[in-house]
């Protein structure tokens, strides 16, 4: 079974970072087929376009833009490629960076696919600073990859040590309904718990109030249409639920900091 070293992926590699024991690698997917295979350190995939299916020893990953996984270094796994252009970004995190920042870090075995729009949305971000590179930016780096740990654990623990139901129905149904206006009496009742209870437990799950979790559904959702050439920026928003184009350019500046158009040239830009 073939073994990859650090910053080595199947494709045409057109960027390597390292800083500090983290190497971020955006590449190319150029294999129409990878067999089985495993990477030197833990590591994430984040696909900034086109399709990709990832198999391990239980499950298959049908991949497209946006798409997260987390993969433990002893994991083995395939790739397959579909026609057209596929581009991956990939964080590798060795030994030494968890012991020096994250030490008591509980790593999740195998492989997970994130589907926690918070949790790739960190992703994004630390995809914006390794673009923008200012003075600033490995410290931004570390700090963001600080959180993207503690998401990725949160959400390891919360599904190992079962959660309330209504939590895990409460995503799936906010994930499905991103274009629907949504009361907090119609929620409690889909997931058939009082609205108060629904109100007081919220963050304790999510970290962040209702409102707060559905704007950055919305814009986890366009950040991952983005990559799609054919689609405005107006028709991006209303199909993930905004209003007009005015209330997308504030919740997403809210959210990231920048400009929908200007991370538009992020994504698409080699």
């Known amino acids: 079974m073939k073994y990859l070293q650090t910053g080595n992926f199947f ?4 960027k390597i970072i390292n800083i500090d024991g983290v190497t971020l690698t955006d590449t190319e997917y150029t294999h129409p087929k990878v067999d089985w295979h495993y990477h030197e350190n833990a590591y994430f995939t984040f696909i900034l376009s086109g399709n990709v299916i990832e198999g391990n020893k239980k499950e298959i ?6 798409s997260l996984l987390f993969h433990n270094w002893q994991d083995p796994h395939y790739n397959i490629k579909p ?10 995190i060795n030994n030494d960076w968890i012991k020096t920042f ?17 949790t790739r949305l960190i992703v994004y971000k630390i995809y ?29 623990y919360q599904k190992e040590n079962k959660t309330p139901h209504w939590v895990s129905k409460l995503k799936h149904l906010l994930n499905d309904c991103v274009n629907e206006k949504l009361s907090l009496q119609y929620l409690s ?33 366009s950040l991952s249409l983005f990559s ?10 209303h199909s993930c639920g905004f209003a007009d184009q005015s209330h997308f ?22």
């Open 11 to 14: 494709g045409q590699t057109n």
């Open 61 to 66: 990953y049908n991949c497209s833009a946006g």
């Open 83 to 92: 026609e057209g252009f596929t581009r991956g970004f990939h964080i590798e």
């Open 102 to 118: 994250m030490e008591n870090f509980n790593c999740p075995a195998g492989s997970i696919n994130i589907k926690d729009p918070q």
């Open 128 to 156: 914006k600073e390794i673009r923008f590179a200012d003075d600033n930016f490995k410290l931004s780096i570390n700090q963001l990859l600080i959180n993207l740990l503690q998401s990725l654990e949160k959400n390891n």
């Open 189 to 221: 009742e889909q997931l058939g718990i009082h609205p108060v209870h629904l109100s007081r437990d919220f963050p304790k799950y999510f970290s962040c109030n209702l409102g707060e979790y559905i704007r950055k559904v919305k814009v986890e959702k």
């Open 228 to 237: 799609n050439p054919n689609l405005s920026l107006t028709e991006i928003a």
């Open 249 to 270: 350019l504030r919740c997403f500046k809210e959210v990231n900091g920048i400009k929908p158009s200007s991370y538009r040239k992020l994504i698409l830009e080699p």
